[in-house]
């Protein structure tokens, strides 16, 4: 069994910046970030590939979110740069459970955390 735990989110005002984290308990492949706004779809934000380190993002965050690993660590991280109030939402860590060749959908992930909430506002 595998287990996610997020942390770092928090309230900040528009172009501020916050940096998450996802540590995984379990051996997890490839790992992604969803979030979810109320009244809308979870949707996907970044993904790192395993074992090679490709990333990839969605369009609306392009340039201005990065998502990186630790291995010895076993986390995964996601910085938030030049935030938008569209922006918020509720962040979820996912964690594939074997390799697989695809990243975007949520259906390709066995793992989540409980989410953390970023909040951009005035």
């Known amino acids: 069994q595998v287990q996610l735990v997020e942390s770092g989110g928090g309230s900040v005002q528009p172009g501020g910046s916050l940096r998450l984290s996802c540590v995984a308990s379990?051996?997890?492949?490839?790992m992604g970030w969803f979030r979810q706004a109320p009244g809308k779809e979870r949707e996907f934000v970044a993904a790192?590939?395993?074992?090679?380190?490709?990333?990839y993002y969605a369009d609306s965050v392009k340039g201005r979110f990065t998502i990186s690993r630790d291995n010895a660590k076993n986390t995964v991280y996601l910085q938030l740069n030049s935030l938008k109030p569209e922006d918020t939402a509720t962040y979820y860590c996912?964690?594939?459970?074997?390799?697989?060749?695809?990243?975007?959908?949520?259906?390709?992930?066995?793992?989540w955390g409980q989410g953390t909430q970023v909040t951009v506002s005035s």
């Open positions: 996912a964690a594939q459970s074997v390799i697989r060749g695809a990243v975007v959908s949520a259906t390709l992930y066995d793992y």
């Open positions: 790192i590939e395993w074992p090679v380190a490709n990333t």
């Open positions: 379990g051996r997890t492949f490839t």
